[in-house]
């Protein structure tokens, strides 16, 4: 018979594993001998985006390469003595390429990819390039930024047990380079979940809310960022019931590169706890499982699989730790990152460090973390978590980092709370507590579910010194962060988030700028953001007008032609517009213009001119002396008693226009005690709309976590019963395989 060309031809397990792949099958199973094709073995159906065996044509093709003579020098066994020379010489030469990061991208493959021939399914999968491990690392423009992503995946096992993080710098004992470190005792990974981790863009803690990861992304970018080379080693303890299990799996681009690999392999061994020793778990055979092995050791730092279990009795019981190997280097060919400068950091030297802020670091105290953040882990660390769990340690090169809030840096706090569209967020805001000193220290920083992404985000750009001093702590969790976690996606969202702490910021420098020593004005105009001291005669000019009706002048521009009025007129702060003075202000002006008429008509004296430069002396001498007749007696007689007129007139004047400014002022308090009653009954209107809001909050987020709770369950139910649709399946296509029953029927 022919067969039958639709149906998919079985695969052998192999040996390696493409990141590419992620629609076929793993077995697991630990086997003690090769047993044959014919017996059954538990099949675990893994999702999209694990690490799937290579097809048998590209598993040929792989074992062509290995047994080239270019090549053969790399195949080590524990059985070869003199594995450390050969691996030191090989290791030696691809560590002499690629040493920049940023110059590390140019690779161009040499397998032969048209000897692969297309899967008997034919369809296509997407092959991933070594190459893009480094343009998928790119993405973390900040060494930092890689740290933190390694941070996180370790805060994320505390629900798991982990206790520490501990980063750490240690030698290579292969060839006395310097590698990373970074350990914790969380709760492992079982070898399916390292193959999750080792994937591209599979994340199981998309969705939650107690996680940050989200694009399954992070593990990947940050190791390559820091160096050319990862391993990890990971133990479990056994789940429902399961043994405890411990893997090893190796991401490198030097080897790739090396071997001329146009895929993403990764070489992995898996164990498990038999007894009182470690079984390999054999997924296709002895000899892939060996070849994995082999491969780790000519390409790892450690050069046997005692070295190997050396990691795994550091890690004890359950935990994680990864080795970063293989660090990039600056131009200068010296290492991208700088543990010597402080034995207790890890700092990064190039743009990020300046040195004129590491001075000003430890004259001013409260603005430290400002000015060092960008190139020291210990201050990013510190300010990188608004909160970390109780008794969760973040250790760095052996000292704690110690947590830090940006808040107790601050004075004068004030807190905001801004809400958008189905979302809480409360903006804290104050100055630094070294505002005084006039350093240019401002920005806010922006949480997301706990963790800093935004840091010092500088919202108002002012011209002059607008804005200096003030710093601000935000938790938005409704904005989604980019993939590097180190920015928001720039969506209309993130746009309102921006404009409004921005006039929150300008309100309150507006506010409160005149109690760090700067003067107080408008948001627009030269003077704003201007010291005190420096304001000069512009100050004394503004308070001598904001004053002058203290001494009996009108309030007015200094510029202005109100500006002490004659006939010494008591001053209105109500202005030239206001109805009730009009009427006092005409009978000023009458009884003034009848003054200048009646001194006009009055025979003038006949005094002769003096110099303006002699002494001047009383009017009355000089008339009695030039005029001593009755006339001038008459005259003066009739002057006094105008002035007598005019007086009395000037005093009822006066009176109505005190009894006029009383009316207006009783009329004023009463309006402003209107007001202030209406004001009182809108704040408790606005506190009692704040209650019910925060109770329709509480009320739908409890609503949204019933109904997360209700679509969980269903998951299961729903994963439950595809689970036993298979196996019906399953057992519908062995009784379909079953030879048919014969029947004899025998006569007597």
């Not at 780790?296 to 050396?310: H, T, Y």
């Not at 963790?451 to 938005?476: D, K, Q, Y």
């Not at 003066?636 to 009395?648: A, Y």
Request: charged share 30%; glycine share 6%; net charge negative.
């Amino acid at each position: 018979m022919e067969p039958n060309n639709n149906k998919p031809l079985k695969q052998e397990r192999c040996e390696m594993i493409d990141l590419g792949d992620s629609d076929s099958d793993v077995v697991t199973g630990d086997t003690t001998d090769d047993s044959s094709d014919d017996d059954v073995k538990p099949e675990i159906v893994l999702p999209l985006g694990f690490l799937d065996p290579l097809t048998p044509e590209e598993r040929a093709l792989m074992n062509k390469k290995v047994s080239d003579p270019v090549h053969s020098s790399l195949r080590v066994t524990n059985e070869v003595s003199n594995v450390g020379e050969t691996v030191g010489e090989s290791n030696d030469v691809a560590v002499n390429e690629f040493k920049q990061f940023w110059n590390a991208g140019g690779y161009e493959a040499k397998g032969d990819r048209a000897a692969v021939e297309t899967e008997p399914c034919n369809m296509d999968r997407l092959r991933v390039n070594p190459q893009f491990l480094h343009s998928n690392a790119t993405s973390h423009k900040w060494a930092l930024g890689a740290f933190a992503e390694l941070l996180d995946n370790a805060l994320d096992e505390v629900c798991n047990g982990a206790s520490y993080v501990h980063l750490d710098v240690i030698k290579s004992k292969r060839d006395h380079s310097k590698m990373l470190l970074v350990e914790d005792n969380g709760g492992g990974m079982s070898p399916d979940m390292l193959r999750q981790c080792m994937s591209l863009g599979y994340s199981s803690k998309s969705g939650q809310d107690n996680t940050i990861g989200l694009y399954g992304n992070g593990f990947k970018t940050s190791t390559m960022r820091l160096g050319a080379d990862v391993i990890v080693f990971s133990r479990s303890r056994g789940r429902d019931g399961g043994s405890s299990t411990q893997s090893v799996g190796m991401l490198s681009s030097t080897f790739l590169k090396r071997t001329n690999k146009d895929e993403i392999v990764v070489p992995m061994i898996d164990y498990k706890k038999g007894g009182s020793s470690w079984d390999m778990i054999v997924r296709s055979s002895r000899d892939d499982w060996r070849q994995n092995l082999d491969t780790l050791l000519v390409w790892s730092p450690f050069s046997s699989e005692a070295e190997l279990f050396k990691e795994f009795d550091l890690i004890k019981d359950q935990g994680t730790r990864i080795v970063i190997y293989n660090l990039w280097q600056d131009d200068q060919g010296d290492l991208e990152l700088d543990f010597d400068t402080d034995k207790y950091d890890i700092q990064i030297k190039g743009a990020n460090r300046d040195e004129k802020k590491i001075e000003m670091a430890n004259t001013y105290p409260n603005s430290r973390h400002f000015l060092t953040y960008s190139h020291s882990l210990r201050s990013y660390a510190a300010i990188l978590y608004l909160r970390v769990p109780p008794g969760f340690r973040i250790i760095l090169r052996g000292r704690d980092v110690e947590h830090h809030n940006l808040v107790n840096d601050m004075m004068y706090k004030q807190e905001h709370v801004y809400r958008p569209v189905r979302a809480f967020a409360s903006v804290i805001i104050g100055f630094v507590k070294d505002a005084k000193a006039h350093i240019d220290v401002q920005g806010f920083c922006v949480y997301h579910k706990n963790r800093l992404i935004r840091p010092f985000w500088r919202v108002w750009n002012a011209a002059g010194s607008g804005g200096r001093g003030i710093i601000g702590v935000i938790e938005a969790d409704f904005v989604k962060p980019a993939h590097d976690k180190q920015g928001f996606e720039h969506t209309s969202v993130l746009i309102r988030l921006e404009s409004r702490i921005r006039e929150i910021q300008k309100k309150y420098w507006g506010d409160n700028c005149h109690q760090i020593g700067y003067v107080k004005g408008p948001f627009s105009g030269k003077q704003r953001g201007r010291p005190a001291s420096d304001s000069g005669n512009n100050q004394a000019s503004d308070s001598g007008e904001e004053n002058c009706h203290q001494i009996g002048h009108a309030k007015g521009s200094i510029y202005g032609k109100r500006r002490g009025p004659d006939l010494n007129t008591p001053a209105s702060d109500s202005g030239e517009d206001d109805n009730s003075v009009q009427p006092t202000t005409k009978k000023m002006k009458s009884v003034s213009n009848e003054l200048k008429d009646d001194r006009q008509n009055a025979p003038e004296p006949s005094l002769k001119r003096r110099d303006h430069k002699q002494a001047a002396v009383p009017v009355t001498t000089v008339i009695h002396s030039q005029h001593p007749t009755n006339a001038g007696s008459n005259e003066i007689e009739k002057l006094k008693k105008e002035n007598v007129e005019l007086r009395e007139k000037l005093k009822k004047i006066e009176g109505v226009n005190v009894a006029s400014l009383k009316r207006e002022l009783q009329y004023e308090k009463d309006r402003n005690n209107a007001m202030e009653t209406k004001l009182k009954q809108a704040e408790e209107k606005i506190e009692e709309f704040d209650k019910e809001q925060e109770t329709l909050i509480d009320i739908f987020s409890e609503e949204r976590s019933r109904r997360d709770e209700e679509e969980d369950k269903l998951r299961r139910r729903l994963k439950e019963a595809s689970k036993t649709i298979e196996d019906l399946e399953k057992k519908l296509k062995q009784l379909e395989n079953r030879p048919p029953v014969v029947s004899c029927k025998i006569e007597r």
